[in-house]
């Protein structure tokens, strides 16, 4: 079957402000095919019919592109680490160190953030975690886990930071809910974040082409104030990162200059 993608991507960008271009175009273009063909359409102008026409069908669309694998203290070894920087590098020179979560997802984490704050009683801390796609970020808002997804977090952290449900899922503390504010912001178009000490990005530009994955990391970088660290993902590099004011300090960690 052969698909118009270029009406497509120029659809989507017109009607859903999304710029599936920035993305690389196999896994971009197979995922679309996935869900174009589960909605029961034959052609990629159909299936803009069906997105037109239907929100629950736009929802499912932004969704299914949106990568939302994710638990608290993914990677738990990496983020050890970056506990310590922040402890070492942050928490000292600045007062009230404000943490962008960048593309949270369903709010694991930036709850895991809060949760080292206050486990250090760093009570001044406040953290902003945005996401491209709304109803994610009604899930992160919500807070309600499962098990798996809280697989990482110590028993007693469990016991202190959650209520367990008598189905068995995880609902994250008012106290942590309370150290977070939630807004929608896609990477590609939208105002960055600015005076961060601290930014989390991880996993995300994986999913994108060369060209926009650096100009990602570009505005990141400008984002952090001086001495400030960004937080990358565990398969992710920034090429020439002296080039945007960074340095490397740590594994999967930058300070910015």
Same mark, same amino acid.
């Not at 991880?202 to 100009?215: C, G, H, L, S, W």
């Given at each position: 079957?052969?698909?118009?993608?270029? +009406?497509?991507?120029?659809?989507?960008?017109?009607?859903?402000?999304?710029? /599936?271009?920035?993305? &690389?175009?196999?896994?971009?273009?197979?995922?679309?095919?996935?869900?174009?063909?589960?909605?029961?359409?034959?052609?990629?102008?159909?299936?803009?019919?069906? /997105?037109?026409?239907?929100?629950?069908?736009?929802?499912? +669309?932004?969704?299914?592109? *949106?990568?939302?694998?994710?638990?608290?203290?993914?990677?738990?070894?990496?983020?050890?680490?970056?506990?310590?920087?922040?402890?070492?590098?942050?928490?000292?020179?600045?007062? @009230?160190?404000?943490?962008?979560?960048?593309?949270?997802?369903?709010?694991?984490?930036?709850?895991?953030?809060?949760?080292?704050?206050? &486990?250090?009683?760093?009570?001044?801390?406040?953290?902003?975690?945005?996401?491209?796609?709304?109803?994610?970020?009604?899930?992160?808002?919500?807070?309600?886990?499962?098990? *798996?997804?809280? &697989?990482?977090?110590?028993?007693?952290?469990?016991?202190?930071? +959650?209520?367990?449900?008598?189905?068995?899922?995880?609902?994250?503390?008012?106290?942590?809910?309370?150290?977070?504010?939630?807004?929608?912001?896609? /990477? /590609?178009?939208? @105002?960055?974040?600015?005076?961060?000490?601290?930014?989390?990005?991880?996993?995300? *530009?994986?999913?994108?082409?060369?060209?926009?994955?650096?100009?990602?990391? @570009?505005?990141?970088?400008?984002?952090?104030?001086?001495?400030?660290?960004?937080? *990358?993902?565990?398969?992710?590099?920034?090429?020439?990162?002296?080039?945007?004011?960074?340095?490397?300090?740590?594994?999967?960690?930058?300070?910015?200059?």
């Amino acid at each position: 079957m052969e698909l118009n993608f270029e +009406f497509f991507n120029d659809w989507v960008q017109h009607r859903l402000g999304i710029r /599936l271009e920035a993305y &690389k175009e196999r896994q971009m273009q197979r995922r679309i095919s996935n869900i174009m063909e589960s909605a029961g359409a034959s052609s990629l102008e159909q299936y803009a019919k069906i /997105l037109e026409a239907d929100s629950v069908a736009r929802h499912a +669309f932004v969704e299914h592109l *949106t990568i939302n694998v994710t638990e608290f203290y993914r990677n738990k070894s990496i983020f050890d680490m970056f506990e310590q920087r922040l402890m070492a590098q942050i928490v000292p020179k600045f007062e @009230r160190p404000k943490i962008w979560s960048a593309a949270c997802s369903i709010g694991a984490e930036p709850y895991t953030l809060a949760m080292i704050l206050a &486990k250090n009683n760093i009570t001044s801390g406040r953290i902003v975690a945005t996401d491209i796609d709304d109803e994610i970020l009604k899930k992160a808002k919500a807070g309600l886990y499962q098990s *798996t997804e809280v &697989k990482n977090v110590a028993a007693a952290d469990l016991e202190r930071y +959650f209520n367990k449900t008598a189905e068995g899922k995880y609902q994250v503390s008012t106290t942590l809910k309370n150290k977070i504010t939630f807004k929608k912001h896609d /990477l /590609l178009k939208d @105002r960055y974040e600015d005076n961060c000490h601290v930014v989390v990005c991880r996993n995300v *530009t994986i999913y994108f082409k060369p060209d926009a994955r650096d100009e990602v990391y @570009r505005k990141l970088s400008e984002s952090l104030v001086q001495g400030g660290i960004l937080f *990358t993902g565990a398969t992710e590099t920034i090429s020439l990162a002296d080039q945007i004011g960074l340095k490397k300090i740590d594994s999967f960690i930058y300070q910015k200059i």
